[in-house]
C-alpha cells in the first residue's frame, strides 16, 4: 500500500516541479516588455531552472543542505510569480501543496 502512496506522491513532485517550470515562463512572459525579450525570456527562464533543478536537486555530490535550499527557492520563486501575476489564491494553494508534498516525501523516505 505505501508503494501506491509513494508513487503518487512522486507524480505530484512531478507535476509541482512543471509548475515551477510553468509559473516561472507565464510571469516571463507577460510581465518582460518589449514582447521578443519577453518570449526569450518565457524560454530562457524556465530552461535554467529545469538545469538548475536537475543538476543541483538531483546532483549525487551536491550536499543535502544545499539541495534542499535550492528547492525552497524555488517552489518560492514560483509562488511570488503566481502572486505577482495576480493569482494569490492559486500561489497560496500552490505552496500548501508543495509543503504537503515536502512532508510525505520526509515521512515515506526510509
Known amino acids: ?10 507524480a505530484l513532485r512531478f507535476t509541482l516541479e512543471l509548475g515551477i517550470v510553468a509559473a516561472a ?5 507577460r510581465t518582460i516588455h518589449p514582447a521578443w525579450l519577453g518570449l526569450t525570456a518565457a524560454l530562457a ?3 535554467a531552472i529545469a538545469a538548475l533543478w536537475a543538476s543541483v536537486v538531483h546532483g549525487a555530490t551536491v550536499p543535502p543542505a544545499v539541495q534542499l535550499m ?5 517552489f518560492g520563486l514560483a509562488v511570488a510569480a503566481l502572486a505577482h ?3 494569490r489564491k ?6 500548501s501543496v508543495a509543503l504537503l ?5 520526509l515521512a515515506l523516505t526510509p
Open 70 to 74: 535550492t528547492q525552497v527557492a524555488l
Open 90 to 95: 492559486l500561489a497560496g494553494a500552490f505552496g
Open 85 to 87: 501575476l495576480g493569482h
Open 25 to 29: 515562463a507565464c510571469w516571463a512572459w
Open 45 to 47: 527562464i524556465p530552461a
Open 1 to 10: 500500500m505505501s508503494s501506491i502512496i509513494e508513487q503518487a506522491n512522486l
Open 101 to 105: 508534498n515536502a512532508a510525505l516525501m
